[in-house]
Nanobody, 127 residues
């Protein structure tokens, strides 16, 4: 069983920043670096959408166009964590943010590639 737990969500004013963290654990989660880690978000009435991802070994990063230049994803393979630094937030960023893990070299922009998901953390940006 693999467990992912997000933290760091909350309420922030437009233009502000938040940092989300995701901690991975589990008896079968043998090597964190074998997994690509991604962040997705889902706003009320909308589909879950890709935000950012980072490969396990090479550390290659990927971003949705809507967050490029504002969000930064990073990972610490020694601590089994992945963070999402979010700057210049706007009300359109309001959503539940989910951390997810995808084994191997799957296509990181699709939620179907991910085997494991955290419960999510709420991010609310007020105008």
């Amino acid at each position: 069983q693999v467990h992912l737990v997000e933290s760091g969500g909350g309420l922030v004013q437009a233009g502000g920043s938040l940092r989300l963290s995701c901690a991975a654990s589990g008896r079968t989660f043998s090597t964190f670096s074998n997994y690509a880690m991604g962040w997705f978000r889902q706003a009320p009435g909308k589909e879950r959408e890709f935000v950012a991802a980072v490969r396990g070994i090479a550390g290659t990063t990927y971003y949705a166009d809507s967050v490029k230049g504002r969000f930064t994803i990073s990972r610490d393979n020694a601590k089994n964590t992945v963070d999402l630094q979010m700057n210049s937030l706007n009300p359109e960023d309001t959503a539940v943010y989910y951390c997810a893990a995808a084994p191997g070299t799957r296509y990181v922009r699709s939620p179907v590639s991910y085997d494991y998901w955290g419960p999510g953390t709420q991010v609310t940006v007020s105008s």
